[in-house]
């Protein structure tokens, strides 16, 4: 991918799942990598290992993105251990399972917090930084396909995964100008440890299976390959999209 090498990226949630294969890619594409992470350090450790074995450079912060502290030290610990901080992937995010009914307040602000409020107040400490220092940069969501779609029993994350939509669209519009584009990368069901329910349930997993028209999960590979392109030079005139990566389930409504 043209332009990553030397550029110094930051993956929110990097030591596990689709931020830990966007982290590897991104070090294996030359770039240097921040792998953020919250709670046990191994998985990012493990990020960390693969990226120098792929042949880049990374550094491990413990961050909160539900913190102001935190993610104003993410973006601090970037500048101080690389000397920048050029692109963001907002990738970090959790998800909650209640009948609309029944959702708990806790559940509703904690995928809030994770899912939303994080990424806002992250790409403001990015945005802020690269502004004063007149450089350009990317910012990439790991957004959902219910950023559009409907998700009974998850109303939390399609608020939150809808939010970061608009968020990505306004934003757009709002840091064209300084040179940085904005854009929402939209899994579909693929193979992390936020599934771990679903894929531990055969006849769950078997119907959601069948509605994938290339009959199989995606991985986090699958996904890392559309960040490493938004993220290098050759997306140079891309922003305010959403590119979904979900083995075409989106357009495979049927009528049973
Ligand atoms: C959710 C998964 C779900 C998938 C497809 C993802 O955004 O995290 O739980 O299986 O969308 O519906």
Redesign the pocket.
């Known amino acids: 991918m043209k332009g990553l090498s030397g550029k110094v990226a930051i993956v929110t949630g990097a030591g596990t799942g689709i931020g830990q294969g966007i982290a590897i890619r991104l070090g294996a594409e030359g770039a240097q990598v921040v792998i953020d992470y919250v709670g046990d350090p191994s998985g990012a450790t493990e990020t960390q290992r693969a990226v120098e074995q792929a042949g880049g450079k990374a550094a491990i912060v413990a961050a909160d993105v539900t913190k102001m502290s935190d993610v104003a030290a993410l973006v601090d610990a970037a500048w101080k251990a690389f000397g920048a901080a050029d692109i963001l992937v907002n990738n970090a995010?959790i998800?909650h399972k209640a009948a609309f009914w029944d959702t708990p307040e806790a559940d509703y602000d904690k995928v809030m917090a994770v899912n939303l409020r994080g990424p806002f107040f992250l790409t403001q400490a990015f945005v802020r930084r690269l502004r004063d220092a007149k450089r350009p940069g990317r910012i990439v969501n790991i957004?959902?396909?219910?950023e559009d779609?409907v998700?009974p029993g998850?109303s939390t994350?399609c608020c939150s995964?809808g939010g970061m939509r608009m968020l990505m669209r306004d934003l757009a519009v709002e840091l064209g100008p300084l040179g940085i584009t904005v854009n929402d990368v939209?899994?579909?069901?693929?193979v992390?440890p936020?599934?771990k329910a679903?894929l531990n349930d055969k006849p769950k997993l078997d119907a959601?299976l069948g509605k994938i028209p290339l009959g199989r999960l995606g991985t986090p590979e699958d996904v890392a390959a559309m960040v490493a392109f938004l993220a290098s030079d050759d997306a140079a005139y891309v922003t305010g999209s959403t590119f979904v990566v979900?083995g075409g389930?989106m357009r495979n409504y049927r009528e049973q």
């Open positions: 995010g998800e957004s959902s396909v219910h779609m998700f998850f994350y995964k939209a899994p579909g069901a693929v992390t936020i599934n679903l959601l979900d389930l």
